[in-house]
């Protein structure tokens, strides 16, 4: 295998709307956020892939759930298990830090660690730069970042997930966007509540749903189409703070986190 193949990413679909990524180069694959052996295992076997890691972003069951079969399907070859290091993940052999890199040889890959509570406490992401064999930015963000929406608030703050999304936020515009879940179509339709007058939100709903009518991922997405749709990585817009002001009767909004707060708990009875 040439050590400069370009790698792929593959949504594999798992229950009822989760991804989980399958990166490899034709012959190695990583994957992110099994929550189901199942499917990995029949996408491994279609494709001929050897399993070489597993990249874990948050402890949820639906992330989570398909490791330690995983793990015993490749037997008697140990399979490394990445993910946050603050918290017991079954299965997990290396815990990871903001600020950590992981370097996979087979698929050859290098990836940096943020640490971006928010939706868990716990909760990481893995950013690859441009590499010899990635020709645009990946992160894979787990619950974090949804196209057109971001993760719950399970265990942090609004303030802490105005901190994680700022830190995507600073990526290069053309990184590509592998988060988790299929819930493209019900985040444009609140975000058109928050932003009825935002044409690229516009225009990216009938985009959206004519991929979604033809059964097709409406992801990657990409870190510049998020900033410019995304309400949640807008709450410095005046359309944002102005829907944000009038849901929540405030008449003042003094940061992007205080703005998410409101339409967080707004989207939570959307």
């Not at 400069?4 to 229950?15: G, R, Y």
């Not at 189901?36 to 759930?65: C, F, M, R, S």
């Not at 700022?166 to 985040?187: D, G, I, R």
């Amino acid at each position: 295998m040439d050590k400069n193949t370009l790698l792929q990413v593959w949504p594999i679909p798992a229950f009822e709307d989760n991804y989980i990524w399958c990166i490899h180069d034709g012959h190695s694959a990583l994957v992110v956020d099994p929550g189901d052996a199942a499917p990995v295992l029949d996408y491994l076997t279609e494709k001929q892939l050897h399993l070489t890691g597993i990249l874990i972003t948050h402890h949820h069951a639906d992330h989570t759930g398909g490791v330690l079969q995983l793990i015993d399907a490749m037997k008697p070859h140990p399979i490394p298990v990445y993910g946050p290091a603050s918290i017991d993940i079954s299965g997990r052999t290396e815990g990871l830090l903001e600020g950590d890199k992981v370097e996979i040889a087979h698929p050859r890959l290098s990836l940096k660690v943020f640490e971006v509570p928010g939706h868990t406490l716990s909760h990481i992401a893995y950013f690859a730069n441009m590499q010899a064999n990635v020709l645009e930015p990946m992160l894979f963000c787990g619950d974090t970042l949804f196209a057109s929406g971001c993760g719950r608030l399970f265990e942090g703050t609004p303030t802490q997930m105005s901190e994680s999304l700022a830190k995507f936020a600073a990526l290069p515009k053309n990184t590509l966007v592998f988060c988790t879940h299929e819930y493209t179509l019900s985040n444009i339709r609140f975000a058109l509540a928050v932003e009825p007058n935002n044409t690229n939100l516009i225009d990216w709903a009938e985009r959206a749903k004519a991929l979604r009518a033809k059964g097709l991922p409406t992801l990657p997405t990409t870190i510049g189409h998020e900033l410019q749709v995304n309400p949640f990585m807008r709450c410095n817009q005046a359309e944002v703070v102005a829907s944000a002001m009038a849901i929540s009767g405030e008449t003042n909004l003094p940061s992007p986190a205080h703005v998410l707060a409101v339409i967080r708990a707004w989207k939570d009875r959307f």
